[in-house]
């Protein structure tokens, strides 16, 4: 049996950049099938449906988000350039932040949920032990500067505000001063 020359990773790269650069609702059999240049077929030998394919997008969308924060994480100030991460990818990677963010998500029904699935427990540990607060205390500075920064973010990637990065970061800086403080 001769190899295929269109592999798995093949159809999710393309459609992962179709997602990236042209928005989620890019991601259709035709566009993708005319990038690769090959007929539907090879796309639903890797994937059962359109659902399971836009499953995988979502979870590649997810890693990148992932490198992209971490990849900007300062380690004196943790949660500070978490968010200053955060409100750059919905500036710069404005269709993935949309992607990831502006669409219900399953399972999320409560600001501890969204702790859970965002949350760094790690960076809430060592937090806690820097500013000598109880790590209860520090969840809920994360939890706030996760809706604050969502806020941010969602202006600036729906074209709402053309904010820049150093408004932004001074915004941010400002809003997690005062969310430590109403902490002790």
Known sequence: MPKQRITREMILDVAFKLAKDNGFEQVVLK????????????????????????EAVVAEAMKFYNKFIYSRVEKERVLESMARANVA???????????LFLQKLNGLNSFND????????????????????????????????????????????TGGANISDEESSAILEKAYNAFVKAQK
């Open 89 to 99: 990818f919905a500036k710069y990677e404005t269709n993935l932040f949309k992607l």
């Open 31 to 54: 566009n993708i099938a005319d990038e690769i240049e090959c007929s539907v077929q090879p796309i639903y030998s890797y994937f059962s449906n359109m659902e399971t394919l836009k």
């Open 114 to 157: 969204i702790y859970e699935w965002m949350g760094d427990k790690q960076a809430t540990a060592q937090l806690s032990q820097k500013l000598m607060l109880p790590e209860e205390n520090i969840k809920e500075v994360y939890i706030m500067l996760i809706v604050f920064t969502h806020g941010v973010a969602t202006m600036i990637a």
